[in-house]
């Protein structure tokens, strides 16, 4: 039942789902990592707000990329039967993993205002903390806040369904 009432029904409602937890997700990562990178500063912070709506379309780009990949990798983690927790998890942890390899350059590019090796070389450093930051803050607030939404959006539209 959660899988019907927490995840979007339709194509129509998926936008809806994307938009709630890309919006979330690109205010709270973006500064987060753009702090632990230069410093925790108001100045920073305000900096990072001029560049988060290119950074957001870049990630709804990104999301649409990946969400077939996403899709496959977790199929091939979780088996039919697994409850819904285990599958969202596993979805979430498999969407983060090729997002986080994608925006580790594209978000510095778009950060930096250019394109430069800086995100490459320093990859293996910086990766695995874009990662970790981001599976946190999808994991515990925004995947949980939009299925809230989704819920939410379904006991609206199913109440208004003939019985």
């Known amino acids: 039942m959660d899988f019907h009432n927490k995840l979007p029904r339709r194509k129509r409602e998926f936008p809806l789902f994307m938009g709630v937890i890309s919006i979330m997700s690109v205010n709270i990562i973006a500064p987060l990592i753009t702090c632990f990178e230069v410093g925790f500063r108001f100045e920073v912070w305000m900096n990072t707000l001029s560049v988060i709506p290119f950074v957001w379309l870049a990630v709804i780009a990104l999301v649409l990329l990946t969400y077939k990949p996403a899709g496959w990798l ?71 806040i939009a299925r809230f939404v989704m819920h939410g959006f379904h006991k609206v539209i199913d109440a208004k369904a003939p019985a």
């Not at 993993?97 to 950060?111: K, M």
């Not at 910086?126 to 990662?131: E, Y």
């Open 74 to 144: 977790t199929h091939r983690v979780v088996s039919h039967g697994d409850s819904f927790r285990s599958v969202v998890t596993v979805n979430i942890l498999c969407s983060v993993f090729l997002l986080s390899i994608l925006l580790t350059v594209v978000g510095t590019w778009i950060g930096e205002g250019g394109i430069s090796l800086s995100p490459i070389t320093g990859f293996f450093y910086k990766w695995p903390r874009n990662f970790a930051i981001s599976f946190g803050v999808e994991l515990l607030i925004a995947q949980p």
